[in-house]
C-alpha cells in the first residue's frame, strides 16, 4: 500500500512538472517577443532615399513612437504617396508576436500602412504597402546607423 502512494505521489510531481514547462514553454514567448521594455528606445531606417530615426517605446500588443525624417534624393514616390524634404513622423502600430501592422504618418499628410517581422531584437523587416502602387521595402534598425 505503501509503495502504491509512493508512486501515484512520483507521478502527481511528475505530471505537475510536465504542466509546468509546457505552460512556461507556450507563454515564454521567443527572442522577438519582448516581456520588458528591452526595445525601447532609437530606431533607424535608410532605404529607398529616406533616413529616419523613431524612438520607439514597445508592449506586449502596441508598438508607438515619433521622431525625424529625411529625404536624402530629393522625393519619394512609394505606395501612392510622395514625400520630400524633411520633418517628422508618428508611428503606431499592433502587435502579435513579431508581427507588427500599423502606419507611419509624416507631417505632409502621408500615412503609409507599414507591416512588418521583429527579425530578432534589432532589426524590424518592414515596408510600406499600398493596394495600387506595391510596396516599398523600409527596414527598421534598434539603435543609430550610419
Known sequence: MMTLMRLRSRQAAATTLVVTLVAA?????????????????????????????????????SVKGSGTYTVLDNTLAC?????????????????????????????????????GLLANNSRIDGLFRSIDAGSCSFPLFFGLIP
Open 79 to 115: 505606395g501612392g504617396g510622395t514625400l520630400k524634404g524633411s520633418g517628422t513622423v508618428t508611428f503606431r502600430a499592433s502587435r502579435s508576436g513579431s508581427s507588427i501592422a500599423g502606419f507611419m504618418t509624416f507631417d505632409n499628410g502621408w500615412g503609409p500602412p507599414y507591416t
Open 25 to 61: 514553454i507556450a507563454c515564454g514567448g521567443t527572442t522577438t517577443t519582448p516581456t520588458d521594455r528591452a526595445l525601447d528606445g532609437a530606431w533607424t531606417a535608410r532605404s529607398f532615399g529616406v533616413a529616419a530615426l523613431l524612438q520607439l517605446t514597445w508592449t506586449q500588443d
